[in-house]
C-alpha cells in the first residue's frame, strides 16, 4: 500500500498544527464559529447533535493493520470504544471533543492517516472498488490512479470552495462495485485494444433530494491526462454550478440543466487550453506511485475445489462454515488464494458499520496473521481480508465468529446499510439505527434469508441519503411531519452494472409499523417470484403495483383492527 515520503508527511504535520492553531483560537474566543466552521470542516469536523464528529480518511478504502490498531486506540481514548464505518470508505468518531481533535489528528499523522477534506464543498475521500487489485474480474487495479488522483486534489487551492462538496469513483473491473454512476464524477478504467490504460468518464450522478445516475461524457480518455481534463470538468461546474441555492448546487443539477451533451462540449472547449499543460500526470509519477502497489509474497499453491475447503470443517460445522463460504468468501486472482469479507451487521446488536476498540484491534492482528497486514473497507460498511491462503479459511473463520464478525449475511436482506441518522446527526429527520436492528430482529432467521437470495436493503436518515437507500433495492428514508419521525419505502434501486433508482411506493409509514412493512414487501416478493429469481429481477417483471397494494392493504387492515 502506498507509503508517505517526506512531502506527504509534512503536508500532514503541518495541517495538523495549524488546525490545533485554529482550534485554540476557537477555544479561547478570538476565532469566531462562523469562520472556524469551513476550516473544521475541512479537517472533517463536524458539530453534530450531541457531540462533535470526526471524519477520517481510508482513501480507497484500503488500510494497514498498523492504522486500523490507531483507529481502535482513538475510537477507546478519545471517544467511547467504539467507529463507524461509511459507505465512503472513511470512519466516523461520533462523541469526541473539540479539544481532543488536534491530537487525535496527531496520532493519526504518526501512521500516514489524516482528515483532510473528508468534509467541506472540496474533492472528498475518492472511493473505490474494496478489491481492487485481487478481484478475479478486474480488468485494471485501480489503486495507483487513485493515489495520483488523491494527490493532485488534496488542498488543490482552486477546487477548495467549490459550489458544493465533490465525490469521485473509481472503477476497473467487470462488477461495478463503486456505485460509479451515484458519483459526481465516475471513472472507468480498462485497457484499450493496444493495451493502454484508458478511462470513461461518468458526470451529474448523486443520490440526496435529486436522484439521478451519471452520463457518459468522455470515452478512452488517456490516463495521464486526466488531471488536465478533470480540471476542465470543475471548472464548468465551478463557474456554472448554482451557489444561490443549496439543493441545486451539485453537478448533478448543472448537467441536467444542460443536458449531458452540452456539458460534454464545454468541458471539451475548457479542456482545449490546458490539455497539453504541465499539469498532467507523467509515466516517472506513475512509477513512484504504482510502485507501491506491487503483489505481496504470495505462496506457491493450487487452487483447492469447494469440496476440499468444507471438508476442512467437523461434519458438525460444515453446514455453517458453507454458508459462511458462500456469502463472505470472494475469488481471488492468485491461485490457492481468496478474500474474505468480515461482517459488521451483527443482528439487533450494533449499528451497521460500527466495530469496538477490541474487534479493530482483534481483526488487526487476523489481518497480520491471515492477509499480509492489510485491510479494506467497503461500500456496503464491511471489512475485507483481501489475500488469504484458502488452506486456512476454516481456521480465520472460527477466529473471526469470535470476533462476531463472521455472520453468514454478506449480500441477504440484514446485511443493511445505514447512516448514523437521528441518534446523532444534526441533520436527519428520523433515527436509522433503531430501525435496521428491528428489521435484523424480525429476520433472523439465516435459513429464510438464504431462501430470500440477494435483497440489499438501505436506510437514511434524511434526504441526504448518507444510507444510500436510493439504491437499495428496499430504500427506507427518514422524513419529518409535523414534528414526528416517519418513513418512506422505495423499491426497485440497484448499484453496480444494472445500477437504477428506486421508486417510492406511497405515503409514509411510523415507525414501528416498518417492520410489518418489510414483512409485506417479502412477502409479496415470494408469492410473486419464479424458482431461484433474485428480488430486483421480480421487482422488474412484475412492477411496483403488487407490492404497494399488499402493503398498504395490510396496513389498513392492521389500523381497523386496532380500532
Known amino acids: 500500500m502506498y507509503k508517505y515520503d517526506s512531502i506527504d508527511q509534512t503536508l500532514v504535520d503541518q495541517r495538523v498544527a495549524q488546525f490545533r492553531d485554529q482550534v485554540a483560537r476557537r477555544l479561547d474566543g478570538t476565532l469566531a464559529e462562523e469562520e472556524f466552521r469551513p476550516l473544521r470542516l475541512q479537517n472533517g469536523l463536524y458539530h453534530q447533535r450531541h457531540a462533535y464528529m470526526l471524519r477520517v480518511a481510508i482513501p480507497y478504502g484500503l488500510f494497514s493493520a498498523k492504522q486500523l490498531r490507531t483507529m481502535a486506540l482513538i475510537s477507546e481514548k478519545y471517544d467511547r470504544g467504539y467507529g463507524h464505518f461509511t459507505t465512503r470508505q472513511n470512519i466516523q468518531y461520533n462523541w469526541v471533543t473539540l479539544e481532543d481533535t488536534p491530537d487525535i489528528l496527531a496520532e493519526l499523522a504518526k501512521v500516514e492517516m489524516h482528515a483532510i477534506q473528508t468534509s467541506g464543498n472540496c474533492i472528498r475521500n475518492i472511493t473505490s472498488d474494496a478489491f481492487a487489485g485481487v478481484a478475479a474480474d478486474e480488468y485494471v487495479d485501480t489503486r495507483p490512479i487513485c493515489e495520483l488522483l488523491r494527490q493532485w486534489s488534496t488542498l488543490h487551492p482552486e477546487f477548495a470552495h467549490l459550489p458544493r462538496k465533490f465525490k469521485f469513483a473509481v472503477n476497473g473491473a467487470k462488477e461495478d462495485r463503486t456505485v460509479l454512476l451515484c458519483h459526481d464524477v465516475g471513472i472507468e478504467l480498462k485497457k484499450n485494444a493496444?493495451?493502454?490504460?484508458?478511462?470513461?468518464?461518468?458526470?451529474?450522478?448523486?443520490?440526496?433530494?435529486t436522484p439521478i445516475l451519471g452520463s457518459l461524457i468522455k470515452q478512452d480518455l488517456p490516463w495521464n491526462v486526466l488531471p488536465s481534463y478533470l480540471t476542465a470538468l470543475l471548472r464548468v461546474y465551478n463557474r456554472f454550478g448554482r451557489r444561490d441555492n443549496l439543493y441545486k448546487a451539485r453537478i448533478k443539477i448543472l448537467v441536467k440543466a444542460l443536458g449531458p451533451e452540452e456539458f460534454a462540449r464545454q468541458v471539451e472547449s475548457e479542456w482545449a487550453h490546458i490539455k497539453n499543460g504541465d499539469d498532467n500526470f507523467t509515466q516517472a509519477e506513475w512509477e513512484r506511485?504504482?510502485?507501491?502497489?506491487?503483489?505481496?509474497?504470495?505462496?506457491?499453491?493450487?487452487?483447492?475445489?469447494?469440496?476440499?475447503?468444507?471438508?476442512?470443517?467437523?461434519?458438525?460445522?460444515?453446514?455453517?462454515?458453507?454458508?459462511?463460504?458462500?456469502?463472505?468468501?470472494?475469488?481471488?486472482?492468485?491461485?490457492?488464494?481468496?478474500?474474505?469479507?468480515?461482517?459488521?451487521?451483527?443482528?439487533?446488536?450494533?449499528?451497521?458499520?460500527?466495530?469496538?476498540?477490541?474487534?479493530?484491534?482483534?481483526?488487526?492482528?487476523?489481518?497480520?496473521?491471515?492477509?499480509?497486514?492489510?485491510?479494506?473497507?467497503?461500500?456496503?460498511?464491511?471489512?475485507?481480508?483481501?489475500?488469504?491462503?484458502?488452506?486456512?479459511?476454516?481456521?480465520?473463520?472460527?477466529?473471526?465468529?469470535?470476533?462476531?464478525?463472521?455472520l453468514p449475511n454478506v449480500g441477504l436482506l440484514t446485511d443493511i446499510i445505514a447512516c448514523p441518522g437521528g441518534d446523532f446527526c444534526s441533520l436527519a429527520n428520523a433515527k436509522s439505527l433503531p430501525i435496521a436492528k428491528a428489521i435484523q430482529e424480525r429476520f433472523d432467521d439465516l435459513d429464510y434469508l438464504f431462501d430470500l437470495g440477494d435483497i440489499s436493503l438501505n436506510i437514511s436518515g434524511c434526504i441526504n441519503s448518507c444510507g444510500h437507500h436510493h439504491v437499495g433495492n428496499i430504500g427506507v428514508l427518514g422524513v419529518d411531519k409535523d414534528g414526528e419521525e416517519w418513513y418512506q419505502i422505495t423499491l426497485g434501486g440497484e448499484q453496480g452494472n444494472d445500477a437504477s433508482i428506486g421508486k417510492v411506493i406511497g405515503p409514509s409509514f411510523y415507525a414501528d409499523e416498518i417492520p410489518d412493512v418489510i414483512t409485506n414487501v417479502i412477502n409479496t416478493y415470494v408469492a410473486q417470484r419464479t424458482g431461484d429469481e433474485p428480488f430486483i429481477e421480480t421487482y422488474r417483471r412484475i412492477g411496483v403495483t403488487p407490492f404497494k397494494e399488499a402493503t398498504y392493504k395490510n396496513a389498513k387492515k392492521k389500523e381497523k383492527e386496532a380500532s
Open 194 to 209: 493496444a493495451g493502454e490504460l484508458t478511462a470513461d468518464i461518468y458526470a451529474g450522478g448523486g443520490m440526496g433530494r
Open 289 to 406: 506511485v504504482a510502485k507501491h502497489f506491487t503483489k505481496p509474497a504470495y505462496k506457491t499453491l493450487s487452487a483447492l475445489t469447494d469440496e476440499q475447503i468444507i471438508n476442512m470443517a467437523p461434519e458438525a460445522e460444515k453446514a455453517a462454515f458453507t454458508r459462511w463460504l458462500e456469502r463472505n468468501v470472494k475469488p481471488h486472482q492468485v491461485p490457492g488464494y481468496a478474500s474474505v469479507i468480515l461482517s459488521l451487521k451483527p443482528h439487533g446488536t450494533v449499528a451497521p458499520g460500527d466495530a469496538t476498540n477490541a474487534q479493530m484491534n482483534a481483526i488487526a492482528d487476523l489481518s497480520d496473521q491471515y492477509s499480509f497486514g492489510e485491510l479494506r473497507a467497503t461500500h456496503e460498511q464491511n471489512l475485507v481480508l483481501a489475500d488469504v491462503e484458502q488452506a486456512k479459511l476454516y481456521e480465520l473463520w472460527q477466529e473471526a465468529k469470535k470476533q462476531k464478525v463472521a
